[in-house]
């Protein structure tokens, strides 16, 4: 192998793909990065055999080749080197990287030990615009648990019907539903699961592209697709393995009638939140109190060992008085997700779920058990 190629495209596509690696089984092979010649191409493939990421960047290619090395040493090892341009060869399994005054030699291993990917049928496929998806996951990914007894909620739930993308993520204790407008219909409707550590993962590699995905499924897997808007740019593709499950019927879960809506300004609510938290006690458990004649929330925590918080802020309630503790820190993180400045807290009868959402957005719903005392 012998290849011609710009540094700072080498060194971002190994900056992403390097920390694949790091979630890596404790086979040696998947901690390596696979580099492979392929047409006019150097591809790049890391895997925890879980999630693959590949890239391809358009490169000088002198002689073809493939070598595999530690993909954190490698990435570490580009980092600090200056020149522009790369010349990267294949001796004995080694990698060794040229510039105009410099050589490096890193050992590698046998390349037939990566493990093969598993080849997509692109027939059907559905596309979304990066910003939009991005977004939406960040909305919904940290809200997952790990569980062995239901591995179905341990992954973020995409949900494509009549020109729409739901995403959904829940831990049983609260759920966030996020809605997209597709640009088309799709050919039919997909649902499937995707562990949130490959969520993770999309998320990170393509926030910072502004371009679209295109989305092939299958029964096992699902591939997210960038094509450089020209041959210049990196191809980046992620393909991720499907958990395995029906995700439960979420909507019975949604209430459908309240006793009582509050709309408050967020940025108040949050630092009162936090406030409060400071106080609460092993529940982590803060009282809040909707006090309609007054147009006042009442927040209120305390705890033996810290002492007691109360604050109270002006708001707009309709429906009743009512009393209902929740546990902070979920609170925190659906309050963290909204993004206008006011917020809609709507609560239902016989401490049934709370539901936060912003104001004038229809899109994300932010559903919370309350904790019952």
């Known amino acids: 192998m012998k290849v011609e190629i710009l540094k700072e495209l080498f060194k971002k596509a190994l900056n992403i793909s390097e920390k694949i690696t790091r979630k890596a089984s404790s086979l040696p092979i998947l901690q390596n990065v696979l580099i492979n010649t392929e047409g006019n191409f150097l591809e790049l493939t890391t895997t925890n055999l879980e999630t693959t990421v590949r890239w391809w960047i358009l490169s000088k290619i002198n002689k073809k080749g493939q070598v595999a090395v530690p993909a954190t040493f490698l990435a570490n090892v580009v980092n600090l080197i200056s020149a522009d341009k790369l010349e990267l060869s294949e001796e004995n399994k080694n990698l060794i990287i040229t510039t105009t005054n410099q050589e490096v030699q890193i050992q590698g291993q046998d390349p037939n030990e990566f493990p093969i990917i598993p080849k997509m049928d692109k027939n059907e496929f559905w596309q979304i615009e990066i910003l939009k998806l991005i977004q939406g996951l960040s909305q919904v990914v940290d809200i997952p648990s790990i569980s062995q007894i239901r591995p179905e909620i341990s992954g973020v739930y995409f949900l494509i019907k009549a020109g729409f993308l739901k995403l959904v993520a829940t831990d049983s204790f609260r759920l966030a539903e996020k809605t997209i407008k597709l640009n088309h219909e799709t050919p039919r409707e997909y649902s499937f699961i995707i562990p949130q550590a490959a969520a993770r993962e999309i998320v990170n590699i393509f926030n910072q592209e502004n371009s679209y995905l295109t ?159």
Request: charged share 20%.
């Open 215 to 373: 989305v092939y499924c299958s029964p096992s897997q699902v591939l997210f697709e960038l094509a450089g808007q020209d041959v210049s740019q990196p191809q980046i593709n992620v393909l991720s393995r499907l958990i395995d499950g029906t995700y439960p019927n979420y909507q019975e879960i949604i209430p459908k009638k309240f006793v009582s809506q509050t709309t408050i300004n967020k940025e108040d609510l949050l630092a009162q939140i936090k406030k409060a938290g400071l106080f609460s006690g092993r529940a982590a458990e803060v009282q809040l109190s909707l006090l309609p004649k007054d147009g006042k929330l009442k927040i209120f925590s305390q705890s033996a060992e810290m002492g007691r918080s109360e604050a109270v802020l002006p708001c707009r309630i309709e429906g009743e008085e009512i009393k209902v503790s929740f546990n902070y820190k979920f609170f925190l993180d659906g309050l963290n997700n909204i993004k206008s400045s006011e917020v809609v807290l709507e609560l239902s009868e016989n401490q049934g779920p709370g539901v936060l959402k912003p104001v004038g957005d229809n899109s994300f719903i932010y559903i919370l058990m309350p904790i019952k005392i």
